[in-house]
């Protein structure tokens, strides 16, 4: 055995290639290859890079751009698929069976209001929970615990409404006077006004997921805010600064920790001169940064951006608005939910 | 595992020698006639699979009102044997070689099973929908490729043969693991076994979970605490869906109640990850489980309580960090 | 050893629950010869070992209401069906540092401070307030109006205290201008 892992390690040591170092993960390995042939077809200055011993330096030929991805967190939970609808209930109800038995007597005293109404209630529902519809767990037919074709049981819009009716029948029935009925205030709705009417400038659209911005340019171009990173600037300072300069300083933001998230390269069809004498600009890339935001609203009235729309977009809206390559890019760094 | 090493490297670094093209992905995509026996495809064992769901198939409409299975129960004339369609698993455990073999604890049937989830928690949800990406954001180091990180002294000493149990390198995966709550009842030393039967009923009520009792292992003659004699602590464990619930229970709706509560002190923790606090008798008694019935407890004897939030990080400021986000706050200096 | 040690345990819980409780389960270091030679009913045998149901409390689910009127659903032994809550992370300051409202910065809804100050003017408080934090309140029209006499009155009073300045520095003869004064108020 020792002989022969010896011998493999030889031949794996002669196979490996000398550049590789085995302390560098796969995906960095590949990107050293890559930049060897890049750094020779770009021709950025072989004569230098001949010249000189050290190692080939890259002229700038790309734009450095910085981005920032503002989203806005989920704010309610998300919409339970059927499956785990289905499944939660079908527990629920096995759980009736397999627990303990309600003590209550520790929680409703004898003779009370409460007490009478709650033998009513459990006569009625043969079951403490007020969640999994008519069910006796220890009657003959227990074993009858599926629910039927469009039943709503496990709907937890369905349980959350018994959840308040209960409440209020019991409010009413243990109360004294009995003119006055007890109101208990329902959950507020899921849906709001901004997801009715479509409007996509709202953040009030679309609760359960994240949002994120993002800007027209006047060409028509639909993108993240990013801007070209400036002298002695940080890639954070700069997507901040794109930020403010892009939507407004109406809006109180947190940009999250200092590396970027992800990064978007394009490559422009015929290289164009630069700004910089003697530079040809082969594209731009860019590196968004991440930030969430608090409170406020976007404002592109005063934006030195060339700028004239804002949406807040989910991501399966995202592909309808930006360029295929665009969204190949960035689609890894948006959240799925 | 010494073996298995370079047979691993093989494995890395044979097709890219031997491969001709810069991408050795390349020869696993081409075919050969062997590869369409349909033995061996891949679409034939798709085929046998389900693509629709159940849940979305499409019943007429007087089919599914006609179905009524306790009827159809009640109208059978001949009932199956009771033993053929109700499987009892055995009440013990005799070995794997006996013929009576109880089922898998996932299996309902299993006396052990315990059903579960009932619903998808809220902090769970903040957890993984914001908070995960957040910290992951936050707290990502990259290394430059050719970068070594200086070596560091372990923590702690080097394990050799089996599993490694202590946490070692650079991690972002952060999630409270467990919460544990402990309370020491110092009147069941004292006094009688009343302020036991308390104390684990008020901890039992809160955390939804049973409580384990336990006798002090240590003598403190000036507490009376004798050895082995006296049970003195109640715990409580809680897992999964139980302690999503108690952890956004807690931030929601106890600690906001508590007057004047500064926060967590920075300094606790058991610098791995660990952070405990203590809530005293008058806090406890504000989880709206007692609050429901709180006559039922004598008031004196509402324990105290410490809850211990095990987390997977592996310092306290990553702890820290996790339960901040969580909605925890933390007060004075923070000690890593 | 490892086999029959849970059958230990259960005799140990079994001689326990007559002297605690039947809601606390056992504690796993109570394993000894004395204990493990009471009289029980389960008997102890080397081959098997005893499957023991888990013991869980009854739960509900229960549907808690914060403050300012979102709900979420959890799991709870407490019967009751809605939990409305007063005091959470909504509206209390350790979470919310910075509301002005919670802070209790010109939080008089019934306009006594207001009145207060309209009289007796701010070099009473405590601490000198930022001039913004008067119209804190914009909903509340009483306040509003309170606190916009309260800045009339002050800047009356400031202005009586500077013409009582000017007079004492220019009682010495120059009657015209101070007469001016008396004449405007």
Redesign the interface.
């Known amino acids: ?1 020792a002989t ?2 010896n011998g ?2 030889r ?2 040591s002669l ?3 000398s550049l590789v ?1 085995s ?2 993960c796969r995906s ?2 590949q ?2 290859g890559r930049r060897n042939y890049a750094s020779a077809a770009t021709e950025a200055s072989p004569s230098e890079a001949s010249s000189t011993a050290a190692p080939p330096v890259l002229k700038p030929v790309y734009t450095i751009n910085a981005g920032m991805v503002l989203s806005r ?2 704010l309610v ?2 919409d ?1 698929e ?3 609808k ?1 499944y ?1 209930f079908y ?2 109800r ?2 009736e069976r ?1 627990t303990l038995p309600f003590t209550k007597y ?2 409703f005293k004898r003779g009370t209001p409460a007490d009478a109404d709650w033998k009513n209630k459990i006569r009625e529902r043969r079951t403490p929970a007020r969640d999994i519809g008519h069910y006796d767990p220890y009657g003959p ?1 227990a074993w ?1 615990d ?1 629910l ?3 039943s709503r049981e496990s709907d937890p819009e369905y349980q959350a409404e018994m959840l308040v009716q209960d409440a209020e029948s019991t409010a009413n029935n243990t109360s004294q006077d009995t003119s006055k009925r007890e109101e208990i205030p329902r959950p507020f709705p899921r849906v709001t006004e901004a997801d009715k009417k479509g409007d996509h400038h709202s953040l009030n659209r679309l609760l359960p997921r ?1 949002l994120y911005l993002l800007v027209q340019s006047n060409e028509g171009y639909w993108k993240f805010p990013s801007s070209p990173v400036e002298k002695d600037e940080s890639l954070r300072g700069a997507a901040e600064r794109t930020l403010v300069q892009s939507a407004g300083i109406n809006m109180n933001t947190w940009t ?2 200092y ?1 970027p ?1 992800g990064h978007h390269v394009y490559d422009f069809r015929h290289p164009r001169p630069g700004q910089a004498t003697g530079t040809t600009l082969h594209g731009e890339k860019t590196f968004f940064m ?1 930030g ?1 935001i608090m409170t406020g609203q976007a404002n592109l009235s005063a934006n030195m951006q060339n700028l004239k729309d804002f949406k807040w977009l989910a991501k399966e809206e995202i592909p309808q608005y930006v360029l295929p390559q665009y969204f190949s890019n960035v689609k890894n760094m948006l ?1 799925d ?1 | 595992m ?2 298995r090493e ?2 691993r ?2 494995a890395r ?2 097709p ?2 031997l491969g001709s093209t810069a991408r050795p992905q390349g020869i696993a995509c081409r075919r050969f006639a062997s590869d369409e026996a349909p033995a061996r495809r891949l679409s034939s064992q798709m085929d046998e699979l389900e693509t629709a ?1 159940s ?2 198939g499409t ?1 007429s409409e007087d089919v ?1 009102k006609s ?1 009524d ?2 009827a159809q ?1 009640n109208s059978r004339k001949t009932q199956l044997p009771r033993s053929r369609y109700q499987f009892r ?7 794997p070689l006996h013929p009576h073999q ?1 089922p898998p604890p996932s299996d ?1 049937s ?13 902090a769970q ?1 903040t957890y ?3 908070i995960a ?2 910290i992951l ?4 180091v ?1 290394n ?5 990180p200086p070596p560091k002294a372990p923590r702690l000493r080097e394990w050799d043969d089996s599993p490694p149990t202590i946490r070692t390198g650079p991690s972002v995966d952060r999630v409270v693991e467990r919460i544990t709550i402990h309370s020491h009842v110092k009147g069941a030393i004292k006094e009688n ?1 009343s302020w ?2 308390v104390a ?2 008020a901890i ?3 955390s ?8 002090s ?1 240590t003598s403190v003659p000036s507490w009376g605490v004798v050895p082995g004699r006296d ?1 003195c602590a ?1 715990k409580a464990e809680l897992q999964g ?2 302690m999503y ?1 108690f952890l ?2 807690l ?3 106890v ?3 508590i007057k004047d ?3 967590i002190k920075g300094s606790s923790g058991d610098s791995s990850g660990n952070i405990t606090f203590g809530l005293a008798p008058e806090s406890v008694a504000m989880f ?2 007692i609050e ?2 709180y006559d ?1 407890y004598p008031p004196k004897m509402i324990p105290g309580c410490h809850i211990t939030l095990h987390t997977t990080a592996k310092a306290d400021k990553d702890a820290q960090l996790l339960l901040s986000a969580l ?1 925890l ?1 933390f007060y004075g200096k923070m000690i890593n | 050893m490892a086999l029959h040690n849970p059958l230990r345990r259960t005799a140990a819980t079994i001689t ?1 629950s007559t ?3 039947m ?8 394993t000894g010869p004395s204990t493990a030679a009471a009289t029980f009913i389960c008997s102890q045998c080397r ?11 009854y ?1 509900f ?2 549907l ?1 209401t ?1 403050s300012d009127g979102s709900t ?9 069906p809605v ?1 409305r ?5 909504r ?2 300051l ?2 919310n540092p910075s509301s002005n409202k919670l802070r209790g910065l010109e939080d008089d809804e019934a306009g006594r401070l207001a009145a207060f100050r309209a009289r007796f003017g701010r070099s009473w408080d405590a601490a000198a307030a930022p001039p913004s934090a008067i119209a804190a309140d914009p909903k509340d029209p009483v306040a509003q109006k309170a606190a916009e006499e309260a800045a009339k009155a002050q800047e009356q009073a400031a202005q009586e205290e500077e013409d009582n300045l000017l007079d004492l520095i220019s009682s010495f003869g120059q009657e015209e201008a101070s007469s001016g004064k008396k004449k405007k108020d």
């Not at chain 2, 299993?110 to 809220?122: A, D």
């Not at chain 2, 954001?137 to 990502?140: E, G, Q, V």
Request: net charge positive.
């Open positions: 055995m022969g892992s493999a390690r031949i794996v196979l490996r290639p170092d302390g560098v960095c390995q990107t050293l967190a989920p939970t998300r339970l059927p499956f785990e289905a939660h527990q629920k096995l759980n397999l520790f929680y037919e009858n599926e039927l074709v469009g994240t999250v920790g590396h998230v991440k969430r959240s939910r | 010494a073996a370079p047979s490297y093989m670094a044979l890219r020698a769901s849940l979305e019943v599914a179905f299975p306790v129960a698993s055995p009440k013990y455990y005799r070995g109880p309902p299993s006396r052990v099973f315990v059903p579960g989830p009932f619903s998808s928690p809220r949800q993984t929908s914001t990406q957040d954001a936050l707290c990502y990259h430059p490729p050719g970068f070594k076994s036991l039967h684990g009923m039992q009520t809160i939804n979970v049973k409580v384990t009792t336990y006798k292992k049970t109640v869906e139980n619930h956004g229970k931030i929601d709706v600690l906001p109640r509560w500064p926060g709206p489980e429901v019935n039922m909605g706050p | 326990n002297t605690t409780s809601l606390l389960s056992s504690t796993p270091q109570t081959h098997a070992t005893l499957l023991r149901r888990p013991k869980r409390p739960t689910t229960q808690i914060l979420f659903t959890h799991r709870t032994t407490s019967p009751a939990y809550t007063t005091r959470d992370t509206n209390s350790q979470w």
